[in-house]
């Protein structure tokens, strides 16, 4: 598999990256052995770098991650962990910590999980309101002068905030949502980014599989699954989004691809310092989803899609109000 470096300063990765957070929680159902079997199928493909979050089911994901490369060599992967997000019982999420001491508490919990001495890269989850950013980046990298963390990261933030953590310790990645129908990361983040020499690690790249072309009015219904309390899998906004699925259906046909297949190699097309992270769960999706590593996108292709997919051309926000007041990323930028 082709290899990108995160950024200046980051690690080479794959090109395409492994999201695991659906293997444990929010999207319905999951299948640990088929979980386990699709992590081992996607190191075998060449995929190195696997995306979690120590909140993702409470540990739960950094514990199913630890099983599946338990026979993996670790200098033949590189760990990505979010960290930060507070949770109750009820599995309510109730704030931001990312003061130094909750970090390293955060880190020392997630490095025993993980069953490994290091983490890769290691990223707040979102901006603390609460405490400023270079306080919580300085406490990171006292922690990579210690030899548990390799590279520093951030998450859904935006360009003054990006410019503040980069100022203390040099940024790796952003990781962000990114997709033919999530384009905000256009209006300036991703050309900070650039100047910065700070990759790109993009979730959403299928939008939570609402284009990847099998995505139904009918889907996710017999689980508990987040998308259905989101707005654009809701109402008209669904439809008016299934409606953009279909005119992705035809244009990949034209390509001789599928539309999850064309989605991913779309964003893998912006720039060879971004890296798509797919969420596949079972084999048969990453199968797919490594096939967009086949697809090349031509100039014609690339402006039938931009015709299609205007920026903002989604139907209802990516997240429900109360987490969109969270994302530092959805701030307007200041001069």
Same mark, same amino acid.
């Given at each position: 598999?082709?290899?990108? $470096?995160?950024?200046?300063?980051?690690?080479?990765?794959?090109?395409?990256?492994?999201?695991?957070?659906?293997?444990?929680?929010?999207?319905?159902?999951?299948?640990?052995?088929?979980?386990?079997?699709?992590?081992?199928?996607?190191?075998?493909?060449?995929?190195?770098?696997?995306?979690?979050?120590?909140?993702?089911?409470?540990?739960?994901?950094?514990?199913?991650?630890?099983?599946?490369? $338990?026979? *993996?060599?670790?200098?033949?992967?590189?760990?990505?962990?979010?960290?930060?997000?507070?949770?109750? @019982?009820?599995?309510?999420?109730?704030?931001?910590?990312?003061?130094?001491?909750?970090?390293?508490?955060?880190?020392?919990?997630?490095?025993?999980?993980?069953?490994?001495?290091?983490?890769?890269?290691?990223? @707040?989850?979102?901006?603390?309101?609460?405490?400023?950013?270079?306080?919580? %980046?300085?406490?990171?990298?006292?922690?990579?002068?210690?030899?548990?963390?390799?590279? %520093?990261?951030?998450?859904?933030?935006?360009?003054?905030?990006?410019?503040?953590?980069?100022? *203390?310790?040099?940024?790796?990645?952003?990781?962000?949502?990114?997709?033919?129908?999530?384009?905000?990361?256009?209006?300036?983040?991703?050309?900070?980014?650039?100047?910065?020499? !700070?990759?790109?690690?993009?979730?959403?790249?299928?939008?939570?599989?609402?284009?990847?072309?099998?995505?139904? $009015?009918?889907?996710?219904?017999?689980?508990?699954?987040?998308?259905?309390?989101? @707005?654009?899998?809701?109402?008209?906004?669904?439809?008016?989004?299934?409606?953009?699925?279909?005119?992705?259906?035809?244009?990949?046909?034209?390509?001789?691809?599928?539309?999850?297949?064309?989605? !991913?190699?779309?964003?893998?097309?912006?720039?060879?310092?971004? *890296?798509?992270?797919?969420?596949?769960? @079972?084999?048969?999706?990453?199968?797919?989803?490594?096939?967009?590593?086949?697809?090349?996108?031509?100039?014609?292709?690339?402006?039938?899609?931009?015709?299609?997919?205007?920026?903002?051309?989604?139907?209802?926000?990516?997240?429900?109000?109360?987490?969109?007041?969270?994302?530092?990323?959805? $701030?307007?930028?200041?001069?």
């Amino acid at each position: 598999m082709e290899q990108r $470096k995160l950024g200046s300063t980051g690690p080479t990765v794959s090109a395409l990256g492994l999201g695991c957070m659906g293997m444990s929680e929010v999207y319905g159902p999951a299948d640990r052995g088929e979980s386990i079997a699709t992590i081992h199928a996607a190191l075998d493909a060449g995929i190195t770098l696997v995306d979690t979050g120590d909140f993702y089911a409470m540990g739960h994901n950094e514990m199913l991650v630890r099983e599946a490369l $338990k026979e *993996v060599p670790r200098d033949k992967v590189q760990i990505s962990v979010k960290f930060g997000a507070l949770r109750g @019982p009820a599995g309510e999420f109730t704030g931001m910590d990312t003061r130094p001491a909750a970090t390293r508490n955060f880190l020392a919990y997630s490095l025993q999980r993980l069953g490994t001495d290091y983490i890769d890269v290691y990223r @707040p989850a979102r901006l603390d309101p609460n405490i400023p950013i270079e306080e919580t %980046i300085g406490g990171i990298a006292d922690l990579v002068k210690a030899g548990y963390i390799k590279h %520093i990261g951030l998450s859904e933030v935006g360009s003054a905030t990006i410019r503040r953590a980069h100022a *203390v310790h040099p940024i790796a990645d952003l990781q962000i949502e990114y997709s033919l129908i999530e384009r905000g990361i256009e209006r300036d983040i991703l050309t900070t980014c650039r100047e910065l020499g !700070i990759g790109i690690t993009a979730y959403g790249v299928l939008a939570r599989g609402l284009i990847s072309g099998h995505w139904s $009015k009918d889907s996710g219904k017999t689980g508990k699954d987040y998308r259905l309390m989101t @707005p654009r899998f809701q109402g008209s906004n669904l439809d008016a989004n299934l409606a953009l699925v279909e005119q992705l259906r035809a244009i990949s046909a034209e390509i001789g691809a599928t539309p999850a297949q064309v989605a !991913i190699a779309w964003v893998a097309a912006q720039g060879k310092q971004i *890296v798509p992270l797919v969420g596949a769960r @079972p084999r048969n999706r990453l199968t797919e989803a490594l096939g967009a590593a086949k697809v090349t996108l031509t100039p014609a292709h690339l402006a039938v899609l931009a015709t299609a997919f205007p920026p903002d051309v989604a139907a209802g926000t990516r997240y429900a109000a109360e987490q969109m007041a969270h994302l530092d990323s959805e $701030k307007p930028a200041t001069a």
